[in-house]
């Protein structure tokens, strides 16, 4: 009987973090009408590493996490995941394959609980169809079960455990954060991309979540993040610059802040 289970995609070890990529984009470009927003943007995401995109407002950073999420195909170039390319691939297929993302403002289901938000990250990897969950038959009742028992545990360890019963809308900005995190992670994705995560958080509330990112890459989580906030940045093993749709420098973030170019374009410098 095929059942859910929390690890459909399990993470690596994080001894596994090498330079080999999970993710990459090979001469991607894209516009809207005829403004050129990406222009032969080439990166690589190592596996088991944390890396960061930035650049000013406008330089195309929205764009690209759109095309590598599967909200936008490329009109030209490679979104390889995996030694694939997906660029043709839905949102769905995408995270099915353990490729998912974050917004910049957290999106959960106001009017449900916390647990039930979290169930709602488990579906993802359901087996078993909608005829199936409406006789209720008993393959539908073991994966709900296992749904359930996922959604606990997951609540207990991202620290919402006290909180499960309550409406994700009556949280506050750095709970909902930890909720839209602990649900992406839920079917132990292979890469997350963070979309401004820190947007909207205090200073306390950011530093928990640089804290749960770092943890998250220990347990051997890629993760591709793009924020304003330099301190949350820091954690970034390599840092990719993108100016006017065009990756202008690459490197640690001590490497790239050095860059004459990105003093010049970013920093203002």
């Avoid at 289970?5 to 001894?15: E, G, I, K």
């Avoid at 599967?70 to 995408?94: E, K, N, T, Y």
């Avoid at 970034?236 to 010049?264: K, N, W």
């Amino acid at each position: 009987m095929n059942t859910f289970t929390l690890d459909r995609h399990p993470a690596a070890p994080a001894a596994a973090a090498s330079t080999a990529p999970l993710l990459g984009l090979r001469g991607v470009a894209h516009s809207f009408g005829g403004l050129q927003v990406l222009r032969d943007v080439n990166l690589q995401v190592p596996a088991g590493r944390i890396s960061g995109l930035i650049g000013p407002n406008g330089s195309g950073k929205t764009t690209c996490f759109n095309i590598v999420s599967g909200f936008l195909r490329p009109r030209a170039g490679q979104v390889m995941f995996d030694g694939r390319d997906i660029a043709a691939h839905s949102v769905q297929q995408r995270s099915r394959a353990g490729l998912v993302r974050t917004f910049q403002t957290p999106q959960v289901f106001e009017q449900m609980t916390v647990l039930e938000n979290l169930m709602v990250g488990c579906y993802k990897a359901t087996r078993t169809g909608v005829l199936q969950a409406m006789l209720n038959t008993p393959a539908a009742r073991a994966e709900r079960d296992a749904m359930r028992a996922s959604a606990e545990a997951t609540c207990r360890r991202f620290g919402l455990e006290a909180l499960r019963d309550a409406r994700a809308g009556s949280l506050p900005a750095g709970q909902r954060r930890v909720l839209e995190l602990a649900r992406a992670c839920i079917g132990a994705p292979r890469l997350l991309l963070l979309d401004e995560p820190s947007s909207g958080l205090n200073s306390e509330e950011i530093e928990l979540l640089r804290a749960w990112i770092l943890t998250l890459n220990r347990e051997g989580l890629t993760i591709l993040l793009v924020s304003h906030d330099m301190g949350l940045m820091t954690s970034c093993d390599q840092v990719h610059v993108l100016y006017f749709g065009e990756i202008i420098s690459s490197g640690t973030m001590a490497a790239v802040q050095a860059d004459p170019r990105v003093c010049e374009a970013y920093l203002g410098v």
